[in-house]
C-alpha cells in the first residue's frame, strides 16, 4: 500500500487506516474477538494508522484498552491516534472540555489504557469554545516536548481556528467527516490545511455506512445506533440517497469493485495529503476497504461521481443541522 506524508512534521501513514469506533459505540453490539481479528487483519494487509478516543469508551477507557490490546504485538511499527475533548457525567459525554489540566488528565489515562509510552498523534476531538486554542496547542506542545505525544491534530476545525493553533504548535493532520456524501471541506477548510502543510484525515468516509451494500432505514436501526437518528437515513432523504447510491453502485461495477471501494478511492484521488480511515468491526469489510488502495478513476469516472452527487448526500449529517462550522 502506498505511504503518505500527513503534514510537515515527519508523520506517514500507508494510504488507507481503521477507525475503530463502532467496536465499542454507535454501530451495534461490541464483539472484542472480532474487533481484534479485525486490527490484525488490518496490519498484515499495511494499514498501520490506528484511530480512538476518549469518548469511544466514554471516558472509560474501553476502545483504548482494547486497541492497546490488539497492536500489542506490533506496537512500534503502528500510528496510535487518540483525541481529548469531552466532559463525562456517568458515563456520558455531557459538553466539552480542553482545559490544559484536563488535556494532561486524559493523555496519563490514554497511555495507561493503550499501554504505550507514548501516543503517536493526540487529536483535540471537538473545539471548546471557553478554552483559547492556543492553550490548547500550548499543553500539547509541552506534552510533545515531554515525549508523550509525537504529533498534533484537531478534529473538525475551522480554518482561523486551525491557523491560530499552528501558531503555538504546528498542527500535523486535521480530522474531520469528509466523502463524495459531505464535503463542506472542500470550501475552506482542505485550503487552509494545504496552506499550512497539514494533512487531513477523512473520517465516516463511507457516509456511515451508507456508501455499502448494507444499507437500512434508520427505523431499523437499534435505538442505540447513531444511524437511527441520522437524517440522512430517513424519509425522503433516504429514498433519495438510496436513488444515488444505486448509480454509484453501477459505476462501480462497470470498474470491477463494490460501491465502497469506489468512494474510498475517490477520497485517496483528492490529493495525497489525505488518509481516509473507514470503521468497522468486520475483517471481511476491513479486507473490501483496503481493496480500494488498488482503484483506478478516470477523469470521467470522478467526473459521473460528481453528476450523480453534485451537492453531497440529501439531509444533513446531524439531527438539528450540520455540526457547527467553527471559525
Known amino acids: 500500500m502506498e505511504q503518505r506524508t500527513l503534514g510537515t ?35 498484515e494487509l499495511g494499514v498501520d494508522f490506528f484511530d480512538t478516543a476518549e469518548l469511544y469508551g466514554r471516558g472509560s477507557g474501553t476502545n483504548e484498552i482494547l486497541l492497546g490490546k490488539a497492536v500489542a504485538g506490533f506496537r512500534d511499527q503502528v500510528v496510535l491516534c487518540t483525541k481529548f475533548g469531552f466532559k463525562f457525567v456517568d458515563g456520558a459525554p455531557r459538553g466539552v472540555d480542553s482545559r490544559p489540566e484536563r488535556v ?30 492556543e492553550d490548547v496547542a500550548g499543553a500539547v506542545k509541552e506534552l510533545i516536548d515531554a515525549g508523550k505525544v509525537r504529533y498534533f491534530g484537531l478534529s473538525e476545525a475551522g ?16 480530522q474531520t467527516e469528509y466523502s463524495v456524501f459531505e464535503r463542506d471541506v472542500e470550501a475552506a477548510v482542505l485550503p487552509m490545511t494545504r496552506e499550512l502543510g497539514i494533512g487531513f484525515v477523512p473520517y465516516s468516509p463511507l457516509g456511515r455506512g451508507f456508501l455499502t451494500a448494507d444499507v437500512k432505514q434508520a427505523s431499523q436501526y437499534a435505538e442505540d445506533d447513531m444511524r ?15 436513488q444515488a447510491v444505486a448509480q454509484l453502485t453501477e459505476l462501480a461495477a462497470s470498474k470491477g469493485c463494490t460501491v465502497a471501494q469506489l468512494a474510498i478511492a475517490w477520497l485517496l484521488a483528492q490529493g495525497d495529503d489525505i488518509v481516509p480511515i473507514p470503521g468497522t468491526k468486520s475483517p471481511r469489510r476491513l479486507e473490501e476497504n483496503v481493496g480500494s488502495a488498488s482503484v483506478v478513476l478516470s477523469d470521467a469516472d470522478r467526473a459521473r461521481i460528481l453528476e450523480i452527487l453534485p451537492n453531497g448526500s440529501f439531509g444533513e449529517r446531524y439531527a438539528g443541522g450540520r455540526t457547527p462550522v467553527w471559525e
Open 9 to 43: 512534521q515527519g508523520l506517514k501513514a500507508n494510504a488507507i487506516g481503521l477507525g475503530t469506533m463502532g467496536m465499542t459505540m454507535a454501530y451495534g453490539p461490541a464483539d472484542e474477538a472480532e474487533s481484534i481479528a479485525t486490527i490484525h487483519r488490518a496490519f
Open 104 to 133: 494532561r488528565t486524559v493523555v496519563e489515562n490514554s497511555l495507561r489504557y493503550l499501554n504505550t509510552d507514548y501516543i503517536d498523534v493526540l487529536y483535540q476531538h471537538r473545539v471548546d469554545p471557553e478554552v483559547p486554542i
Open 159 to 174: 480554518p482561523q481556528t486551525i491557523k491560530r493553533a499552528h501558531a503555538v504548535q504546528p498542527v500535523s493532520v486535521l
Open 228 to 242: 437511527r437518528h441520522d437524517p440522512r437515513w430517513a424519509g425522503e432523504n433516504f429514498e433519495k440517497n438510496m
